[in-house]
């Protein structure tokens, strides 16, 4: 049956059953915390056909040189400055750059109906959203790359699929905590000599606008669980991408807004809000009345600012932190530098969850073949680096490009400096590698450094950029106090331990739990240590500078609406 040939109830009925069975898989993966995902992150051929990726490469250079046409409100005129980190060419793309005001009254006016539309439907439609994203992963995975310089097969994967489950997942809390709230009840109790008898009504009301401010490494990731649970808790969603990677969430509001449109609905639940380095528009949202709940993803200063100044709205936040790495001992020294080269590898360390400083106590890594001193343990990181990087193929699938020139003058600086601190020894010099498919790319690899303990400024500031900091601790207890200082101090997203000491494990994990920092332990082989599985790892705890918020927990979505009651005497039979 055509779409249109059903009337807008049967339509949205329908839907609901279409993505019935998916919303309860992931109902189930996040009550079980199990490995479960409605999509392949693999890009292989195999899967998809050869014809899909030849489609999303046209559809990219389709929109090169061209204005990004989304018919939304207040439009005042066209912007656009990406340039790709692989070509270190301008995209051309231009996108509508509108009036703040009309795009929040046109999301106070979808609001108007969209609050009334049943909450299964609404998820639903989200889901829908989700599968409409995910058959044009192609062509994000190219838009990805060429905004934020994730490499091909990390864009299709971690902005791809493992970025829509983080979406789903928030879906499914959104699903959890609405079906929580009965609709209606008849109550009764005596009271006295009266037997009383009330109706009982509860009405789920959304908060307000939901402003979704997004980071320009990894754009999707974040916007898709906020963008989703506005939208089915009955909020509108205004997108406000980084100026620097506006490219896939534009698609996202093409796609979304194409779904609405197709099912009867008002396509301004969800805007475009582009703006430029120039002239940032964030602040006129966050100051309208009508705007109550605000996700951002980006710079911890920013962060820190809107944490300090919001009052009386929702935030919600990620920003970033220091990820350390603890290693006390190990069965397979090899095993342990090679885990921990790759992640810090990995996009070229511009991830949340990318380690940057090691901790080494004195005696040295305790290994089978006997001590491993800190120097040692850094030149063995420099052999594992200098493996990727020295095989183009292999570093262009896992460092990718750097997205911006603020990242060389990070290297660039350190290069200058860390020599004339006492004690410091760079072991590995960062330097770039040959694209073997982008001779032009920006990239480099990473600057691996000796750093004594006494030298905090150095080693205990997150650096986005490729650089490794090993420091010499006086014992591997100290090391745990010394991470963990620095995770509460400065936040972080992923902490790492390796140990085949099970005492030192047991009373190290409470000092880690206190500091709200996710801890791995003892990761090697093929999954990267920094990999995080939606439905089962919690993203960010809230417990520490890197963030407010968890992707995804109940938190995330629950106070998104809130529950409004009516109730009268009940007429008795």
């Known amino acids: 049956m055509a779409l249109h040939s059903q009337?807008?109830?049967?339509?949205?009925?329908t839907l609901i059953a279409t993505h019935a069975g998916t919303l309860a898989d992931a109902i189930r993966a996040v009550e079980t915390r199990i490995s479960w995902s409605p999509f392949s992150d693999s890009p292989s051929t195999k899967i998809h056909g050869a014809e899909k990726p030849v489609a999303?490469?046209?559809?990219?250079?389709?929109?090169?040189?061209?204005?990004?046409?989304?018919?939304?409100?207040?439009?005042?005129?066209?912007?656009?400055?990406e340039t790709s980190p692989f070509t270190r060419r301008p995209l051309g793309i231009t996108y509508p750059r509108s009036r703040p005001d009309a795009l929040i009254a046109a999301a106070q006016g979808a609001m108007a109906t969209w609050r009334h539309v049943d909450p299964e439907a609404r998820i639903a439609l989200c889901l829908e959203m989700a599968r409409r994203l995910y058959d044009r992963n192609f062509e994000m995975a190219h838009a990805v790359m060429h905004v934020a310089g994730q490499s091909y097969v990390q864009a299709f994967s971690g902005s791809g699929p493992n970025a829509l489950d983080r979406g789903i997942?928030?879906?499914?809390?959104?699903?959890?905590?609405?079906?929580?709230?009965?609709?209606?009840?008849?109550?009764?109790?005596?009271?006295?000599?009266?037997?009383?008898?009330?109706?009982?009504?509860?009405?789920?009301?959304?908060?307000?606008?939901?402003?979704?401010?997004?980071?320009?490494?990894?754009?999707?990731?974040?916007?898709?669980?906020?963008?989703?649970?506005n939208l089915a808790t009955g909020n509108a969603a205004i997108v406000k991408p980084h100026?620097?990677?506006?490219?896939?969430?534009?698609?996202?509001?093409?796609?979304?807004?194409?779904?609405?449109?197709?099912y009867g609905l008002d396509p301004n639940l969800v805007t475009l809000a582009v703006d430029t380095p120039e002239a940032p528009v964030a602040q006129s949202f966050i100051d309208d009345p009508a705007v109550q709940i605000i996700d951002f993803t980006g710079s911890p200063r920013y962060g820190a600012v809107l944490e300090r100044t919001i009052v009386g709205k929702l935030l919600f936040t990620e920003t970033a932190g220091l990820n350390s790495v603890v290693v006390q001992s190990t069965d397979d020294a090899t095993a342990t530098v090679r885990a921990i080269a790759r992640s810090a590898s990995l996009f070229s360390a511009q991830m949340c969850t990318s380690p940057q400083t090691i901790f080494i106590p004195a005696d040295g890594v305790r290994t089978p073949a006997g001590p491993m001193k800190a120097v040692d343990f850094a030149r063995a990181l420099a052999v594992e680096i200098d493996a990727i990087a020295n095989d183009p193929a292999t570093a262009a699938g896992i460092m990718g490009a750097i997205q911006g020139e603020v990242s060389l003058k990070v290297i660039e600086t350190l290069r200058?400096?860390?020599?004339?601190?006492?004690?410091?020894s760079i072991i590995r010099d960062a330097r770039p590698y040959t694209h073997p498919d982008h001779p032009d790319a920006?990239?480099?690899?990473?600057?691996?450094?000796?750093?004594?303990?006494?030298?905090?400024?150095?080693?205990?500031?997150?650096?986005?950029?490729?650089?490794?900091?090993?420091?010499?601790?006086?014992?591997?207890?100290?090391a745990v106090r010394m991470a963990t200082g620095l995770a509460k101090e400065k936040g972080t997203i992923s902490a790492y331990l390796y140990s085949t000491d099970a005492a030192f494990v047991?009373?190290?994990?409470?000092?880690?739990?206190?500091?709200?920092?996710?801890?791995?332990?003892?990761?090697?082989?093929?999954?990267?240590?920094?990999?995080?599985?939606?439905?089962?790892?919690?993203?960010?705890?809230?417990?520490?500078?890197a963030g407010n918020a968890c992707l995804t927990d109940l938190a995330f979505v629950a106070?998104?609406?809130?529950?409004?009651?009516?109730?009268?005497?009940?007429?008795?039979a």
């Open 7 to 13: 009337n807008p109830a049967d339509r949205l009925d």
């Open 442 to 478: 920006r990239t480099m690899t990473a600057l691996v450094a000796v750093v004594p303990a006494g030298l905090s400024h150095i080693y205990a500031e997150e650096q986005f950029a490729p650089v490794l900091f090993i420091v010499e601790t006086p014992d591997a207890d100290e």
């Open 416 to 424: 200058q400096t860390l020599p004339q601190q006492p004690g410091v």
């Open 56 to 81: 999303g490469k046209a559809a990219l250079a389709a929109r090169l040189g061209r204005p990004f046409d989304l018919q939304q409100p207040g439009i005042i005129d066209w912007v656009g400055a």
């Open 559 to 572: 106070s998104r609406f809130r529950i409004v009651q009516r109730r009268w005497p009940a007429v008795v």
């Open 506 to 545: 047991d009373r190290s994990v409470d000092a880690y739990a206190a500091a709200g920092a996710n801890l791995s332990i003892n990761l090697h082989g093929a999954m990267w240590i920094n990999f995080a599985a939606a439905y089962s790892d919690y993203h960010v705890t809230g417990l520490n500078p």
């Open 169 to 229: 997942e928030a879906l499914a809390y959104a699903a959890k905590a609405m079906r929580d709230v009965t609709p209606r009840v008849q109550w009764q109790r005596p009271f006295g000599r009266d037997d009383v008898r009330l109706e009982k009504r509860y009405t789920l009301v959304p908060r307000g606008i939901g402003l979704v401010i997004c980071c320009a490494s990894f754009p999707t990731w974040n916007a898709y669980p906020a963008i989703f649970a």
């Open 243 to 262: 100026p620097i990677a506006i490219l896939p969430m534009a698609i996202v509001v093409e796609v979304a807004r194409q779904v609405l449109t197709d």
